[in-house]
T-cell receptor, first 112, second 115 residues
Framework: QKEVEQDPGPLSVPEGAIVSLNCTYS??????FMWYRQYSRKGPELLMY????GNKEDGRFTAQVDKSSKYISLFIRDSQPSDSATYLC????????????FGSGTRLQVQP | EPEVTQTPSHQVTQMGQEVILRCVPI?????FYWYRQILGQKVEFLVS????????KSEIFDDQFSVERPDGSNFTLKIRSTKLEDSAMYFC?????????????FGPGTRLLVL
């Protein structure tokens, strides 16, 4: 059972575009949702986290969780070439201390 | 800014050999984790560790794996008898584990190649 699914991309956008990255999940017990950015052969870098449903904004990044449809989104405004990376969504049960279940990642390329 | 560190960055070993991967979690963090990522695949959870004992583990974390916090700063993953399929990137992570401070911060990883 694929608990967290992501479109692997690659997604190519011009600089300045709004990027929408999405995940779906199947486990209703997931409560914490995170987005990580991973550059090639590096460790995942935490971008955003949200608890349960709702929106959270941090600078150019907005994370959305819709638990009714089991849908997780990350929006990037005014995308920059430095945003080119693989974006991983992750989810955990109860709290963020529990094991994270990752999606396969979406590779994003922002063209200058 | 504090960060998780891992050593070595790369490790090559022969099948059947024991390897120890080392991590220094962020100071004052209470929960520690190991994940792995086989090339081209998802990041997978292996084990979590709190208060000197395993708090959660996956099916991957079988008897050939063990974890230890030998002192106040290091956290290690031992693979007793490596197999070809153990070749992967191994990530250590840590979190404060306090209310509203539960996000996991990852290290840069150790690339393990088993020949």
């Amino acid at each position: 059972q694929k608990e967290v699914e992501q479109d692997p991309g690659p997604l190519s956008v011009p600089e300045g575009a709004i990027v929408s990255l999405n995940c779906t999940y199947s486990n209703s017990a997931f409560q914490y949702f995170m987005w990580y950015r991973q550059y090639s052969r590096k460790g995942p870098e935490l971008l955003m986290y949200t608890y349960s449903s709702g929106n959270k904004e941090d600078g150019r990044f907005t994370a959305q969780v819709d638990k009714s449809s089991k849908y997780i989104s990350l929006f990037i405004r005014d995308s920059q070439p430095s945003d080119s990376a693989t974006y991983l969504c992750a989810a955990s049960m109860d709290t963020g201390r529990r094991a994270l279940t990752f999606g396969s990642g979406t590779r994003l390329q922002v063209q200058p | 800014e504090p960060e998780v560190t891992q050593t070595p960055s790369h490790q090559v070993t022969q099948m059947g050999q024991e390897v120890i991967l080392r991590c220094v979690p962020i100071s004052n963090h209470l929960y520690f984790y190991w994940y792995r990522q086989i090339l081209g695949q998802k990041v997978e959870f292996l084990v979590s560790f709190y208060n000197n004992e395993i708090s959660e583990k996956s099916e991957i974390f079988d008897d050939q794996f063990s974890v230890e916090r030998p002192d106040g700063s290091n956290f290690t993953l031992k693979i007793r008898s490596t197999k070809l399929e153990d070749s992967a990137m191994y990530f250590c992570a840590s979190t404060p584990g306090l209310a509203h401070q539960e996000t996991q911060y990852f290290g840069p990883g150790t690339r393990l190649l088993v020949l």
